[in-house]
């Protein structure tokens, strides 16, 4: 199973964005999930989770703007980031655990990465 994350993209200061984050193939189920971004000569950082419960933390640079969601119907985790900032110019990830089947233990699997430059 590979995650495959979309919707990163060039968009000027204040304007929005939506990723969006799904596995490659058919899966039990998607829990806990996570998005994390890496900006050029900088460490991964994380800027949102979803517990397995729903419940939802964030970096305290997005909070307010960023709104991490996940639909388990469709297996998907979405970030629906708002008033973007220059300074949120990174590579988007998604991590999640995935359950492929119904006896499968949660593993953890991570997207390859969408680009998100924040530029006028």
């Known amino acids: 199973v590979q995650l495959q994350a979309s919707g990163g993209g060039l968009v000027q200061p204040g304007g929005s964005l939506r990723l969006s984050c799904v596995p490659d193939r058919r899966i039990y189920s998607i829990s806990a999930s996570e998005w994390y971004r890496q900006a050029p000569g900088q460490q991964r950082e994380l800027v949102a989770a979803?517990?397995?419960?729903?419940?939802?933390n964030y970096a305290d640079s997005v909070k307010g703007r960023f709104t991490i969601s996940r639909d388990n119907a469709q297996n998907a985790v979405f970030l629906q980031m708002n008033s973007l900032k220059a300074e949120d110019t990174a590579v988007y990830f998604c991590?999640?655990?995935?359950?492929?089947?119904?006896?499968?233990?949660?593993?953890?699997?991570w997207g390859q990465g969408t680009l998100v430059t924040v530029s006028s």
């Open positions: 991590n999640a655990e995935i359950r492929r089947h119904r006896f499968a233990q949660p593993q953890e699997y």
């Open positions: 979803v517990t397995t419960g729903g419940n939802t």
